[in-house]
């Protein structure tokens, strides 16, 4: 029986090899951060941030969040929450959202949320990662997201292609 150890296959030109399918690196957000309050109909940065450098420019980027969210007052509002790449949103559709989240209807419960959603940036430059959250409608209530006594998460997970 034979046993091949290597550290690191690199391809002819030096380069190394990335194996599709098998995960590159991955950088998380985890903290219990004050929650923020939005007032108006525009998406808001949190807290959750990470910053990636891919190793290969052809990789797929897994996003995932979580946090806790709640309306100041019993409303029929919901949140909408998206992931910005270096400033810009990779949300679609008329809320230019990733996800649309109806909360219980009652302000006084704490609700949790989360969104993944997969990223191709092209490039193995530093890049940077934040969720961005908004009311669908601040005259009926504000929103409240992220709140210190539970955790808000992000991670962003390189996949080579």
């Known amino acids: 029986m034979s046993i091949l150890k290597v550290d690191t296959i690199q391809k002819a030109d030096g380069t190394e090899f990335a194996q599709a399918g098998h ?20 998406f808001t940065a949190s807290s959750m941030q990470v910053d990636i450098t891919p190793k290969f420019s052809t990789s797929k980027i897994i996003l995932r969040a979580s946090w806790s969210y709640w309306l100041a007052s019993d409303s029929n509002n919901y949140q909408i929450s998206t992931i910005y790449r270096n400033g810009s949103n990779l949300g679609t559709g008329s809320y230019s959202g990733i996800a649309f989240h109806g ?21 193995t430059n530093s890049t940077n990662y934040r969720v961005y959250c908004r009311p669908y409608n601040a005259n009926v209530s ?20």
């Open 103 to 123: 909360p219980m209807r009652n302000s006084t419960y704490n609700n949790h949320t989360m969104i993944e959603t997969v990223d191709y940036p092209a490039t």
């Open 23 to 42: 995960v590159v690196q991955t950088v998380e957000y985890k903290a219990m951060p004050t929650y923020i309050e939005v007032s108006s109909n525009t």
């Open 142 to 161: 504000n929103l409240r997201f992220q709140w210190s006594a539970t955790v808000s998460f992000l991670q962003a997970m390189e996949i080579a292609v």
